[in-house]
């Protein structure tokens, strides 16, 4: 049954295929007379045979050499010109889709990563390695080839029955080739791309690995997803190996089986020894097309399996529609009979929350681990949809604002920042290609981390490594916060802000956050530790994904003290300790 999502995706790229149309149509054109000119050497072959060496004429050998070198030169023009049109449809098919695949797999994967978006860049780039590959060519070629076996048949029609019979074993053994490969490949690529991820997640967590005395087990780990591809690759070559050795062994057969005939025919009495040499130069053309696709088979079907994998991406990741857009918001939050499901599961995080946000106000959210604080975050920074109810910024429902406009709209630091290889400027300023200096210091400035930035070795010009290199939690903590400041947000959301902060950071965040408020706008404080709720005007106390409590921040800790016993027994202090 058809996949109505997969099919949008496919469509899609169809229609980015249809963009070049013209092209494609330009190459089977040219692809048309390049297999014409390719009777050029049968033609010249069975010329020489029949009548230069019959009739010993030296002027007819020149000229019919002139005129072949001229088709020749024109063959070779055809041919090149093909060649070069088609890597441009690839690269112009690449182009129209890196930004637009891009975007699906950063969204997929920042809500629910899986095989599609884990391969989605490399996808595209087979489907665009099998564009620019000559081999394509061979796909172009094989509608010509009923000419060239038609060509044999004038000679004599037992030469051609036995070009049919041979390209006919050769079509069964390209479907075998299909058939028995495609799993094997399919297998391979899966756990290349599994000992990749491996990898990479264990050079990611170096520092860990080798701290922990990790460093024997995650290699064991490692190899025992390496030895599965080695295994699959394995078993993939030996399957499309035999089928290319098969191939190429039989073509040779049969061009030699092709001369043993026309030598037979001859000597019957019923060939010219012209036809016998252009007709098996023929059936080598012939064949051409169908080894150069067997041979190549392997890179077209893993274009295949990505073309596959694209549709299911684009398909679940569609094109966000344009919105209309909307005046700068007041810093107003209402959050509306909020019902939270995490992507990929069943059960709420997040059940009926309902509360208001004033402008200026600063709301701590507070609740044991897993109470449902981050989600709330991932819920207000428009990360996660909700599966009922709203989240309203100054009226408007946070799907009405642009994605791109509301990561500007919302500064967001979450629990665990994670620097980009870059400078300190350039991350604060998001990796913009034209980062504003002076909005980079103002960010700064107000997340209190100008002078601790000036204090580095070239201040914000010092580069920094994605893992944080040679920066302190705290630091990158303090980092993250001007770069969520960086947009000049109406609201900020803060994930366990402190959690690494010591008393200096500690005041320099409420010191932000008071600015924040006095300047009319909202922070909302996801805090296991007191420190980070000092500025709090609000408390919102989650239990089990359900608001417990609401209100003034000083009636909520009274409504927690008043509850003390019960919360000594259950061994946390209302989350807050
Ligand atoms: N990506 C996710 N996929 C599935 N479930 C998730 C995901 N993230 C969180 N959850 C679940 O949602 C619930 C709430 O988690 P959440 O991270 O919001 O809690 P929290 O209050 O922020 O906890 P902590 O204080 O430890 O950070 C937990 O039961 C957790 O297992």
Redesign the pocket.
Known sequence: MKNPRTEAGKEELRKARRESRGLFWAVAIFSFVVNILMLTGPLYMLQVYDRVLGSRSLETLFGLTLIVAFLYGMMGLLDFSRARIMARVGSRFQARLDKRVFDAVIRKSAI?PDESSATGLRDLESIQRMLISPALMSLFDMPWTPLFLFGIMLFHPWLGYLAIGGGAVLIVMTILNQTTTRLPIAKANMATVQSEKIANQMINEAEMVQAMGMRDASFHRWQVARDRTLQESLAASDAGGLFSTLTKTFRLFLQSAMLGLGAYLVLAGELSPGAMIAGSILMGRALAPIELAIGNWPMFQRAAKGWANLSELLGTVPVEPPRTALPAPKAKLDVQQLT?V????S?A??RMVNFTVQPGQAVG?I????????????AITGLWRPAGGKIRLDGAALDQYEPGILGQLIGYLP?RVELFDGTIAENIARLSPNPDAEKIVTAAKRADAHDMILKMPDGYDTRVAASGGRLSGGQIQRIGLARAMYSDPVILVL??PNSNLDNEGSMALNRAIKAMKDEGKTVLI?A?RPAAIQECDMLLM?EA?QVRAFGPKEEVLKKMVQNHQQIARDGNPG?VQ
């Open positions: 629910a939270m995490p992507p990929g599961q059960q995080t997040l959210v609740g044991t681990s897993g109470a449902g604080k981050s989600t709330l975050a991932r629990q994930d366990e996801m296991h989650l994904g989350g």
